[in-house]
């Protein structure tokens, strides 16, 4: 969760590419956040969900829904232990660069969100050896084939 305030984001991260999404979202209801993120995923990344790691926020309380609508497992990351999602954190603070604190997200659409969050996806990275999170995500995504498997 990207804010505590309504609207908010709700930010995932590829855990391999370092692929930053960020979903805008009206209601921090366990109801409306399982609903707006199955439907993007559904939408954009079917095939490729093997696992979530989710915060212990209460708008998660409907993780069963996600599970289920992906068949992957769940896991939660333990309470104030920060750096055991690292490379989220360090995404929202990317995109505090663009959207700082005090600023409120009300005024940006979902179109405005993404053309920032494609700035920070085409940007190289050390980690992935001066590649961008985009080149190596879209590379992983050719390699699956419709059931979400490495082809060799």
């Given at each position: 969760?990207?804010t505590?305030?309504?609207?908010?984001?709700?930010?995932?991260?590829e855990?391999?590419?370092?692929?930053?999404?960020?979903?805008?979202?009206?209601?921090?209801?366990?109801?409306?956040?399982?609903?707006t993120?199955?439907?993007y995923?559904?939408?954009?990344?079917s095939?490729?969900?093997?696992?979530?790691?989710?915060?212990n926020?209460?708008?998660?309380?409907h993780h069963v829904?996600?599970?289920d609508a992906?068949?992957?497992?769940?896991?939660?990351?333990?309470?104030y232990?920060?750096?055991?999602?690292?490379?989220?954190?360090?995404?929202?603070?990317?995109?505090?660069?663009?959207?700082p604190?005090?600023?409120s997200?009300?005024?940006?659409?979902q179109?405005?969100?993404?053309?920032?969050?494609s700035?920070?996806n085409n940007?190289p990275m050390?980690?992935?050896?001066?590649?961008?999170?985009?080149e190596v995500f879209?590379?992983?995504?050719?390699?699956?084939?419709?059931q979400?498997?490495?082809?060799?």
């Amino acid at each position: 969760m990207f804010t505590k305030h309504n609207p908010h984001l709700i930010t995932l991260r590829e855990r391999k590419s370092r692929y930053l999404v960020a979903i805008k979202s009206n209601s921090r209801t366990p109801q409306k956040t399982a609903y707006t993120l199955v439907k993007y995923m559904k939408k954009n990344w079917s095939n490729i969900v093997h696992s979530l790691t989710l915060d212990n926020d209460i708008a998660f309380a409907h993780h069963v829904t996600i599970a289920d609508a992906f068949a992957a497992p769940v896991y939660f990351c333990e309470p104030y232990k920060s750096y055991q999602k690292g490379a989220i954190e360090n995404g929202n603070r990317l995109l505090r660069r663009y959207l700082p604190k005090k600023s409120s997200i009300e005024k940006h659409t979902q179109k405005d969100i993404e053309m920032i969050v494609s700035k920070l996806n085409n940007q190289p990275m050390r980690c992935l050896e001066y590649r961008t999170p985009k080149e190596v995500f879209y590379e992983y995504k050719e390699r699956l084939n419709p059931q979400g498997e490495i082809r060799t």
